[in-house]
Structure formats: structure tokens, C-alpha cells
């Protein structure tokens, strides 16, 4: 069992940045592959990064390459995204999850935080 809670949301200006936090708790943090969603309202739920269980790779949705970055501290068994020249399009519930293989699609992982609100204001 994983158990993940996010944390770093709030409200900023376009163009600025936030760095959320996913702390986890379970002794296996470090052999899940990590990942990065958001939810908009009225939208579904899409894929933001995933970094693997190493921290050796990472990929990112189109919409945020470039401005988005996931790393890992597997000794503190945490998970990070970094968000700069945010847009107001980039307000939504981030979520983090943990999952044995992760990947782009929700259904790839097997735990998920409750999620911290990003609102971006023009």
C-alpha cells in the first residue's frame, strides 16, 4: 500500500511558478513509477509527467514540455513538479500516482493522492 498526499498549490499570476509535493508513505515508494495528472472542470483528467521508479527518465505531456519539470527523492520518498510560466489553461486539481509500470494513462497507476488546486490568473 502507498498512501500519497499532495501539496504546494495555490493561486499565482501568469507567468509565475509553484512547485508542488508529493509526499508518500509505505516502505516500496522507490520501486513505483510516479506521475502527474490534472483535472480541469468539466474536463477529464490528463497526463502531466511520470518519471520512472530510478528518477532516470521522465516524460511530459505536450502542453507542458518545456515549462514542467518531475523529480523524485527517493530518500525522502517524494515526488516533485516543478511548474514555471504557468497559464491560466494550466489551472486545475494536480494529482499525483503511483503505479509499478506508470505511463500516460490513468489507468496505469494504482494509487492516487486527493489532489491540490493550481489556479493560474490572467
Known amino acids: 500500500q502507498v498512501q500519497l498526499v499532495e501539496s504546494g498549490g495555490g493561486l499565482v499570476q501568469a507567468g509565475g511558478s509553484l512547485r508542488l509535493s508529493c509526499a508518500a508513505s509505505g516502505r516500496t515508494f522507490s520501486s513505483y513509477a510516479m506521475g502527474w495528472f490534472r483535472q480541469a472542470p468539466g474536463k477529464e483528467r490528463e497526463f502531466v509527467a511520470f518519471i520512472t521508479w530510478t528518477g532516470s527518465s521522465t516524460y511530459y505531456a505536450d502542453s507542458v514540455k518545456g515549462r514542467f519539470t518531475i523529480s523524485r527523492d527517493n530518500a525522502k520518498n517524494t515526488v516533485y513538479l516543478q511548474m514555471n510560466s504557468l497559464k491560466p489553461e494550466d489551472t486545475a486539481i494536480y494529482y499525483c500516482?503511483?503505479?509499478?509500470?506508470?505511463?500516460?494513462?490513468?489507468?496505469?497507476?494504482?494509487?492516487w493522492g486527493q489532489g491540490t488546486q493550481v489556479t493560474v490568473s490572467s
Open positions: 500516482a503511483a503505479g509499478v509500470v506508470g505511463g500516460p494513462r490513468p489507468y496505469e497507476y494504482d494509487y
